[in-house]
């Protein structure tokens, strides 16, 4: 699948670990200051597993797939699906804000829960991805999920049926 006309979503490789990681160390840091607000615990936290040993680990995982965004060679985005329908990833590089990677992205995980036979895609946004989300056609699942009086997550879900 392509975006912004140029770029290209495809499946990660042990190789892509290293760029993947700094995408989602750089899109959390400089992209979700309205979810850590530079709390600096919260955001240790929300990093410690945002590590090039941890993106392998989880391509080689046979429960998730793991695709990236890549545009001549540049890793813009990364993004990943539970055989569960459970979307556990969805980064930009700032770099690529607004360009389509989200969305491509995101496209791409729900094809793939949509060949495993799954009905829906759930998944838990971010303060910062939320609005984007509810464009996407995703809608609120639950109540929001709080840490310390703070709303952490919010529970959301799409339909992959017909016409979705």
Known sequence: MSFDSVGVVRAARPDDAEAAATVLRRSITELCQAD???????????????????VRDWIADPDRVLVVAEDN??????????TS????????????????????????????????????????STRTALAFYRRMGYTEAGNPER??????????????GAGA
């Open 147 to 160: 840490s310390f009086g703070v709303v952490i997550g919010f529970p959301m879900r799409k339909s992959l």
């Open 36 to 54: 850590h607000q530079g709390d600096a615990e919260t955001l240790a936290r929300w990093l410690s597993n945002k590590t090039p040993e941890q």
């Open 85 to 124: 329908g459970r979307i556990s990833l969805n980064y930009v590089s700032p770099d690529a804000r607004f360009r389509g990677v989200s969305k491509a992205l995101l496209t791409d995980l729900e094809r793939q829960a949509k060949a495993l036979c799954l009905d829906a895609c759930v998944l838990e």
């Open 73 to 82: 060679g540049t890793i813009l985005g990364v993004a990943a699906v539970q």
